[in-house]
Antibody, heavy 123, light 107 residues
Framework: EVQLLESGGGLVQPGGSLRLSCAAS????????MIWVRQAPGKGLEWVSA????????DYADSVKGRFSIARDNSKNTLYLQMDSLRAEDTAVYYC????????????????WGQGTMVTVSS | EIVLTQSPGTLSLSPGERATLSCRAS???????LAWYQQKPGQAPRLLIY???SRATGIPDRFSGSGSGTDFTLTISRLEPEDFAVYYC????????FGGGTKVQIK
């Protein structure tokens, strides 16, 4: 079964750091681009970051550029999001998702999603 | 950055009715790289349509997408009870962005 499972969310103080993980199974992980998308409570979806299958190219939303870093370990079938200098407005459910196509770019639609992990930034 | 504006914000309809959702882009979306997702409360988004008009695997044919350039439409021909949800468009022609969503609620 194709599956994504996020972990690492929790409560963190403003200015703190957190690393999210997304464990993939059921498909050849390094063939697919991956993204992180977040959803603040009661709000819409916001794309956060993307990475190619090989990990050689990344992209970030302006709202997180310079603070967040996406990476992947294809030997462990795992995607990461390192979040530094966290702010209250980063509070959200964070989803990881897989590109629909086997692609070498980050721009695609996304057909497999995890269940999400909640990040709360508060003192 | 391409900004996507969805309208209306909320659509109140009855089961069996036709739903028409709009997604307008601030600039042309290349190659019709436009997708639609459905999200129900407490669940992750589900891909419905990619490439503006192609249904994703397992999506019923009552869902259809159309449009090009800056104007795109998702149509649900006859609403089933399970179709009441929030719908998002997403463009992937230039980086990635999502629209603000349209909630389809029971009238």
């Amino acid at each position: 079964e194709v599956q994504l499972l996020e972990s690492g969310g929790g409560l963190v103080q403003p200015g703190g750091s957190l690393r999210l993980s997304c464990a993939a199974s059921g498909f050849t992980f390094n063939n697919y681009a991956m993204i992180w998308v977040r959803q603040a409570p009661g709000k819409g979806l916001e794309w956060v970051s993307a990475i190619t299958g090989s990990g050689d190219s990344t992209d970030y939303a302006d709202s997180v550029k310079g603070r967040f870093s996406i990476a992947r370990d294809n030997s462990k079938n795992t995607l990461y999001l390192q979040m530094d200098s966290l702010r209250a407005e980063d509070t959200a459910v964070y989803y990881c998702a897989r590109s629909r196509r086997m692609t070498t770019v980050t721009t695609d639609s996304f057909d497999i999603w995890g269940q999400g992990t909640m990040v709360t930034v508060s003192s | 950055e391409i900004v996507l504006t969805q309208s209306p914000g909320t659509l109140s309809l009855s089961p069996g009715e036709r739903a028409t959702l709009s997604c307008r882009a601030s600039q042309s979306v290349s190659s019709s790289y436009l997708a639609w997702y459905q999200q129900k409360p407490g669940q992750a988004p589900r891909l419905l349509i990619y490439g503006a008009a192609s249904r994703a695997t397992g999506i019923p044919d009552r869902f259809s997408g159309s449009g090009s350039g800056t104007d795109f439409t998702l149509t649900i021909s006859r609403l089933e009870p399970e179709d009441f949800a929030v719908y998002y468009c997403q463009q992937y022609g230039s980086s990635l962005t999502f629209g603000g969503g349209t909630k389809v609620q029971i009238k």
